[in-house]
């Protein structure tokens, strides 16, 4: 399956959950808006969805991966499901244990997630309850990862891509149905988090079984290909999740600002919808490709991969980056300001979303360049990166708190994103693991051109849209809709005219197909 098919079809699952998750999102914010309960389960939600990011997305499927799929490439099937099953009953024991832990720790454990709570006996209790439900999610994720990761070694993407779909419809549908038998609708949300974990689980245990590739129960021992697996773990924790640790430091600190954490979750969910559908889309089918191709000594064709999923990422990312920064208010207007959500918090929101978009083609390249250190099987370099890049973040942090608040943290985890795409690069290009193309820069300047371009059509457009975004609900969306089609055609209109990515030959083979 060719990079491009591959995302595509992760994207396209990928683009669904975030339509579901948007209709979350808007759900949980006209029910609890930026008040106590949205703060809690925030921060409930956020801790085992951070480890979800660095352990089971971020460093075990970074780690298992490529052992996975060059065991598959080089040993053969029956070796790398010894090596899954031997994987999966050493990680479960695991798992169990330090979700135990945490699950007792959690009253002290609170003083480090969201000091600013301790003021608020009230909001500290309940997040302190919210979070030990929440918990239990971390188990069955981190078997999704596994399961997810021997899945798209065999290039089955579809049914991987698909579990956060699951996760949405369980946040929508489970609380409209217990809530009333909950204490409020934060309690009814954070057991549709646990609930949503299983969900997944048991989704990618029938498409295991039914390709025979579901991993075994065995007696959980430290063999030599666990260690390895160990091993390569815990830097990549740091390093493929620098992102999620530095808004992790921002949660924390945002504790002391009334409504911060919320603001933050909102702005960051519209953001995340590029990184998820481009930068995790991406990464996650050039890990495997990229790792086959370093293992089979075929390095020019692992440059030119490279160069094509950055080529493609920044195509897709610049143009999303630069829409926010222009469109952030009504953006966030008409996606949230509805029921307990008013027009405060949409303001408030929409300047942390703007923060955020300044960082967002970092985020994303990130997704794409750090595989290379991974199919080198180096966790080091990324880790001790990424250890530079959690200081600059706290420094930013610390630096912007007062002046700006909640948007200095926004702003200080873009500052750190950009500074980690630049080590990694210059290091993989120190190395020779990466070698940018003299074309693929000529098509950056392309489409910073094209996103100047269409920069001033969406500023033109938003000004005289402005009266018609306070129109009724199906109206505002319908002209947000329209200035975001407008922006969205001025821009592959200039590509097509400044040919970025053969867009004129695409164009000419689709229209010869109608």
């Not at 995340?272 to 995790?280: D, N, S, Y």
């Amino acid at each position: 399956m060719s990079l491009v098919k591959s995302t595509a079809t992760i994207g396209g699952y990928t683009l669904l959950s975030r339509v579901l998750g948007f209709l979350r999102d808007v759900t949980i914010a006209s029910s609890l808006g930026a008040s106590m309960l949205s703060d809690a389960f925030f921060v409930a939600f956020k801790l085992p969805n951070v480890l979800r990011r660095l352990f089971a997305e971020g460093a075990f499927n970074s780690a298992f991966v490529p052992l996975y799929a060059g065991m598959l490439a080089g040993e053969g099937k029956d070796h790398a499901h010894s090596f899954a099953s031997e994987a999966m009953s050493f990680l479960l024991v695991v798992l169990i244990a330090t979700t135990g832990v945490f699950i007792f720790i959690m009253p002290w454990l609170m003083f480090i997630l969201a000091p600013g709570f301790e003021t608020n006996p009230l909001k500290y209790d309940l997040t302190v309850m919210l979070t030990r439900i929440t918990m239990p999610y971390i188990i069955f994720i981190s078997l999704v990862s596994l399961l997810g990761g021997v899945l798209n070694s065999h290039n089955k993407f579809a049914a991987v891509a698909a579990t956060p779909v699951i996760m949405n419809l369980c946040l929508i549908i489970i609380p409209f149905f217990i809530h009333p038998l909950t204490p409020n609708y934060a309690y009814a949300l954070a057991i549709a988090v646990m609930a949503s974990g299983v969900a997944q689980y048991v989704w990618l245990v029938w498409f295991c079984v039914k390709g025979n590739m579901l991993p075994r129960w065995v007696k959980p021992r430290l063999t030599p290909h666990v260690k390895q697996l160990l091993k390569l773990i815990a830097p990549v924790a740091v390093g493929a999740g620098v992102a999620q640790i530095n808004i992790f430091i921002d949660l924390s600190i945002a504790s002391f600002f009334n409504g911060g954490n919320s603001y933050l979750y909102y702005a960051d969910r519209i953001n995340e919808l590029p990184l998820a559908v481009i930068g995790i889309a991406v990464g996650t089918a050039l890990l495997p490709m990229l790792s086959k191709q370093i293992r089979e000594g075929k390095h020019e064709e692992a440059h030119k991969s490279q160069n094509h999923a950055i080529g493609l990422a920044l195509f897709l990312s610049l143009p999303a980056a630069i829409a926010l920064l222009v469109i952030a208010e009504p953006v966030i207007h008409v996606m949230y300001q509805r029921g307990a959500f008013g027009a405060t918090e949409a303001a408030a929101t929409a300047r942390t979303l703007t923060a955020f978009a300044f960082g967002l083609p970092a985020f994303i390249l990130a997704k794409i360049i750090s595989p290379a250190f991974y199919a080198h099987k180096d966790t080091k370099t990324p880790f001790k990166i990424a250890m530079v890049c959690i200081g600059i973040n706290l420094f930013f942090n610390l630096a912007l708190m007062f002046p700006l608040q909640y948007v200095g943290m926004a702003l200080a985890t873009s500052i750190a994103g950009w500074a980690n795409v630049i080590m990694m690069t210059l290091v993989l290009k120190k190395r020779n693991w990466l070698s940018i193309e003299r074309e693929l820069i000529m098509q950056i300047g392309k489409m910073l051109l094209s996103c100047i371009a269409m920069a001033l059509v969406l500023y033109v457009l938003k000004a005289i849209a402005a009266p018609y975004l306070q129109a009724e609900e199906v109206k505002r969306f319908l002209v947000l809709f329209a200035v975001a089609l407008s922006g969205l055609a001025t821009y592959l209109l200039a590509g097509w005219a400044l040919d970025i990515m053969n867009l004129r030959k695409l164009a000419k083979g689709f229209l010869a197909k109608i």
